[in-house]
């Protein structure tokens, strides 16, 4: 099975946010990507509201449950009480949560599982008893994937920064593959699912997919955004769906 697309929504939402303007329209923009192919759309709403709204949580819910009913919604952010509202508030099919501190322009790390346990284990278990799959933002580091298994998620999902930032350096992309093999078959051994996801391409997927054959789903949004100027939003999901295996 080719590796499923989530299309993240967080850039588009930046550019709306820049003018006290409708456009360009997030709910809009997910419709064509989802009518294009992808199997999803995921949104990170900050504490600031600096990208996706809170607002634009249930427009996106009934955009999928009105019209791709088999698409899945996916909220990633920091597990504080507001965030888990939004969540209960907004049913999404999967919850990814990520150690951000509120000032980071983006995620750029995974959580200490074994420091965090104590933290994410009464999270998860809240988040599983409300129906949602949970997938935990995760580094490269194979000796994490027990405790991150011991917290009860479904998931985790790897932290690929460190890998599309070696664009133009073979050598240094090849080392930071391995690393993410090793992890997630560590995560596979104890029974975790993989996800990917941050800086990544067209030209850097087949690479990393290639060496983690089983990982179920990768959510992009910079990338993807930045070809969607270039290709347009429909154009671009095909080109990435491509990139994920979809023949």
């Given amino acids: 099975m080719p590796t499923r697309l989530s299309v993240n929504l967080n850039a588009i939402a930046m550019l709306r ?3 006290d303007l409708p456009w360009p329209s997030v709910i809009g923009l997910g419709r064509i990507a989802l009518a294009a192919g992808a199997h999803g759309l995921t949104v990170h709403p900050r504490p600031d509201q600096r990208h996706t709204r ?3 949580l249930p427009e996106i819910r009934a955009l999928i449950d009105d ?3 088999d698409a899945e919604f996916n909220i990633e952010g920091y597990p504080n009480e507001e965030f888990l509202r939004l969540v ?3 049913e999404p099919n999967q919850v990814t949560l990520v150690p951000d501190d509120p000032a980071q322009p983006t995620s750029d790390h995974g959580w200490d599982f074994a420091a965090d346990a104590s933290f994410l284990t009464p999270v998860v278990r809240r988040l599983k008893k409300g129906g949602f799959r949970v997938s935990l933002f995760a580094d490269a580091d ?5 405790a991150a298994r011991d917290t009860g998620a479904d998931r985790i999902e790897l932290y690929t920064g460190p890998y599309g930032a070696t664009h133009s350096d073979p050598a240094a992309a090849a ?4 690393k993410l093999q090793r992890t997630a078959d560590a995560a596979f051994a104890t029974g975790l699912a993989v996800n990917a996801g941050h800086d990544l391409t067209v030209a850097n997927l087949p690479p990393l997919i290639r060496k983690i054959p089983g990982l179920a789903e990768v ?5 993807l955004t930045a070809d969607a100027l270039e290709y347009g939003m429909a154009g671009t999901v095909v080109r990435f769906l491509g990139a994920c295996g979809a023949r």
């Avoid at 194979?142 to 027990?146: L, N």
């Avoid at 080392?175 to 391995?178: F, H, P």
């Avoid at 959510?219 to 990338?223: D, F, K, N, R, T």
């Fill in 17 to 19: 946010n820049r003018r």
């Fill in 54 to 56: 809170f607002s634009d």
């Fill in 67 to 69: 019209e791709f009913p």
């Fill in 88 to 90: 209960e508030q907004n």
């Fill in 142 to 146: 194979p000796a994490g994937m027990a």
């Fill in 175 to 178: 080392a930071e593959l391995d």
């Fill in 219 to 223: 959510s992009i949004g910079h990338g």
